[in-house]
């Protein structure tokens, strides 16, 4: 009930190209769904986050799309540039998690996008 | 630059030593975090302070010793630990429990 399943393991795309990372949850408890995105030697960096009252969320490049019924939420990177070469975890935090703050984290996945 | 600053950086230690891992945020959260995490895993969570006080402890090892002097502060106090326990520990913190969570950049721990 607490695991955040996340699909590809890895994921190779050309450069202008989009790239598309889904997750699935199981506690319909969860109320909060960020995107963490981490470069080698660095700390996962927030990149998105979306709570379930909204079906999409977008911020520049990167957007989410949330779809309660299936308890599935996915991200969207577009126009993907080699630079956006990075591990992606998705999580899921909120009331599923007691509130307490605990992230519940997919198992990641990494991006290589292709000159 | 990631506004939750750790020290060290690096950090190469013996199973008889004893080390502290520094964390500090000057951003007004007033919840804090440790995660451990292993070279392609993500991280898990270790202790979770919230307004100075501890509010959850993930069946860490007593080998592990949180500790949150002040509200920007939060240390982790390391003592005999194993070859497994290597990993990068990242701090985290954010406004309350419910808000969103921002990390540092680590500490990487490798223990000889």
């Known amino acids: 009930q607490q695991q955040v399943k996340q699909s590809p393991q890895s994921l190779i795309v050309q450069k202008g190209g989009i790239s598309i990372i889904n997750c699935a949850y199981e506690?319909?408890?969860?109320?909060?769904f960020p995107w963490y995105q981490q470069f080698p030697g660095k700390g996962p960096a927030l990149l998105i986050a979306?709570?379930?009252?909204?079906s999409e969320k977008k911020e520049g490049r990167f957007t989410i799309s949330f779809n309660k019924s299936a308890k599935q939420f996915s991200l969207h990177i577009m126009d993907s540039q080699p630079g956006d070469s990075a591990t992606y975890f998705c999580?899921?935090?909120?009331?599923?998690?007691?509130?307490?703050?605990?992230?519940?984290f997919g198992q990641g996945t990494t991006l290589q996008v292709k000159p | 630059d990631t506004e939750v600053t750790q020290t060290p950086k690096h950090l190469v230690m013996g199973m008889t030593n004893k080390k502290s891992l520094k964390c500090e945020q000057h951003?007004?959260?007033?919840?804090m975090y440790w995660y451990k995490q292993k070279a392609k895993k993500p991280p898990e969570l270790m202790f979770v302070?919230?307004?100075?006080?501890?509010?959850i402890n993930e069946s860490v090892p007593s080998r592990f010793s949180p500790e949150c002097p002040n509200s920007s502060l939060l240390n982790l106090h390391l003592h005999a630990l194993q070859p497994e326990d290597s990993a990068l520990y990242l701090c985290?913190?954010?406004?309350?429990?419910?808000?969103?969570?921002?990390f540092g950049d680590g500490t990487r721990l490798s223990i000889l």
């Open positions: 985290a913190s954010s406004l309350d429990r419910s808000q969103p969570q921002h």
């Open positions: 506690n319909t408890a969860f109320d909060y």
């Open positions: 979306i709570r379930p009252d909204v």
């Open positions: 999580a899921a935090s909120g009331v599923g998690s007691g509130n307490t703050g605990k992230l519940i």
């Open positions: 951003m007004g959260h007033r919840a």
């Open positions: 302070y919230s307004y100075e006080k501890l509010s």
